[in-house]
T-cell receptor
């Protein structure tokens, strides 16, 4: 069964500090891994998408890494801001016939305090 | 910018009522999806559609049906709402991925928080 596990479930850090969120997956056949940011009461918004050949990708202060051998990914947030308070969801895609199947993690709830 | 809109942000319905949730996208995407999101469970796929009048069951289709009469519009129908269908419902769309790339990003709507009492 395809699974995506995220840790920690929740995290509280001071504004300006860095943090790293983790994602472990067992999804086959692997196609790509995505990180989404979801503000409270809103739909998820894509931060990065990585295929198996990419081991790092940045989007501003967000940097995602992927180790396809160990089936692990991380999302590093640099110099956090209050607006980074949100849930961060790791999503792994498996290739199917003519389409893809997404498996969603349950998310890490990040709170930035001033 | 891709825009996915949902007809209501908040909805309160009574048990047994028929409920319609509407989703519209403006980017000519072939694929459209309905998910529900519950605490601790992540997003779960209810139904998806890869073309007008076409639909496929997702992981949790029981108690739901869908309709896609036009390419830009995908409706989720709860034939007889029950309290266990209280949830956040998210619509998404993307281009079909049987082209030169293996993936296309999914764009989500803002969600509809449905409460069934």
């Amino acid at each position: 069964k395809n699974q995506v596990e995220q840790s920690p479930q929740s995290l509280i850090i001071l504004e300006g500090k860095n943090c790293t969120l983790q994602c472990n997956y067992t999804v086959s056949p692997f196609s790509n891994l995505r990180w989404y940011k979801q503000d409270t009461g809103r739909g998820p918004v894509s931060l990065t998408i990585m295929t198996f050949s990419e081991n790092t990708k940045s989007n501003g202060r967000y940097t995602a890494t992927l180790d396809a051998d160990t089936k692990q990914s991380s999302l590093h947030i640099t110099a956090s801001q209050l607006s980074d308070s949100a849930s961060y969801i790791c999503v792994v895609s498996a290739l199917g016939f003519g389409n893809e199947k997404l498996t969603f993690g349950t998310g890490t709830r990040l709170t930035i305090i001033p | 910018d891709v825009k996915v809109t949902q007809s209501s942000r908040y909805l309160v319905k009574r048990t047994g009522e028929k409920v319609f949730l509407e989703c519209v996208q403006d980017m000519d995407h072939e694929n459209m999806f309905w998910y529900r999101q519950d605490p601790g469970l992540g997003l779960r796929l209810i139904y998806f559609s890869y073309d007008v009048k076409m639909k496929e069951k997702g992981d949790i289709p029981e108690g739901y049906s869908v309709s896609r009469e036009k390419k830009e519009r995908f409706s989720l129908i709860l034939e007889s709402a029950s309290t266990n269908q209280t949830s956040m419902y998210l619509c998404a769309s993307n281009l079909a991925n049987f082209r030169d790339r293996y993936y296309y990003e999914q764009y989500f709507g803002p969600g509809t928080r449905l409460t069934v009492t």
